[in-house]
């Protein structure tokens, strides 16, 4: 958003000459980011009269009570929160439960896993207590 305006912003890479001979980390060749183009996709007429924008299919912007919500933001949140959380903690229990010590082998740091263990762990708890 651009005051009442809604543009899309383009990049593209370019592996230019002046840069050919700098490598990254990898050893391979730098490709800089440039602005590409812009492209007005909604004006403050259209604005008023918005109820969503779909890329590829997928909702990414919504008009929820008078706003522009980011809904892919929104699903990123949801998806993390319901899918991959519970799955960071059902790895850690199976750790536990083989006694596995180096989860970090497995690219999941051992701090992640604590600090998202330790809810969970109490909510177990109490659902066994009743």
Not at 103 to 129: H, K, Y
Request: proline residues 4%; negative net charge.
């Amino acid at each position: 958003m651009n005051g009442e305006n809604l543009w899309l912003c383009s990049y593209y890479y370019e592996a230019a000459d002046a840069y050919k001979d700098e490598t990254g980390p990898k050893g391979l060749p730098v490709a800089r980011r440039r602005d590409g183009w812009s492209f007005l996709i909604v004006d403050a007429d259209d604005l008023q009269r918005l109820n969503r924008i779909t890329l590829d299919g997928e909702t990414i912007l919504a008009q929820t009570a008078g706003e522009l919500v980011d809904i892919s933001a929104l699903s990123w949140v949801s998806e993390v929160a319901d899918v991959f959380v519970p799955q960071i903690v059902q790895f850690h229990r199976l750790l536990e439960s083989v006694g596995a010590t180096r989860a970090e082998d497995l690219g999941i740091p051992t701090v992640v896993l604590q600090n998202l263990a330790s809810p969970f762990d109490r909510e177990r708890e109490q659902e066994q207590r009743f």
